[in-house]
């Protein structure tokens, strides 16, 4: 079993700047993987970020460049850095490790992008 806990959600203007947390209750070299999802009102969850125990990361389209990802394998966290806020990346956002089949979320934080 693995627990991850996000924190550092909030409310930014359009523009603005965000990191938010993943802290993983196992050691990262476990676990094969971790990313982040969103959630949008009315929206099914999406695929934001991930990165795997060997460090290789992966984006959505719409965050490429925006958004990135990163790990602190000494705290058994990972981080996305969110850069050029838009009022459409409003939404909770999720964690998620992935440990051979069995995949591990978070409770969510929740950021909003508004003026």
């Known amino acids: 079993q693995v627990q991850v806990v996000e924190s550092g959600g909030g409310l930014v203007q359009p523009g603005g700047s965000l990191r938010l947390s993943c802290a993983a209750s196992?050691?990262?070299?476990?676990?094969?993987?971790m990313g982040w999802y969103r959630q949008a009102p009315g929206k099914q969850r999406e695929l934001v970020a991930t990165?795997?125990?060997?460090?290789?990361?992966n984006y959505a389209d719409s965050m490429r460049g925006r958004f990135t990802v990163s790990r602190d394998n000494g705290k058994n966290t990972v981080y996305l850095q969110m850069n050029s806020l838009k009022p459409e990346d409003t939404g909770v956002y999720y964690c998620?490790?992935?440990?051979?089949?069995?995949?591990?979320w978070g409770q969510g934080t929740q950021v909003t992008v508004s003026s």
């Open positions: 998620n490790a992935r440990r051979g089949l069995s995949n591990f």
């Open positions: 196992a050691s990262i070299f476990s676990i094969s993987a």
């Open positions: 990165i795997t125990s060997g460090g290789m990361t």
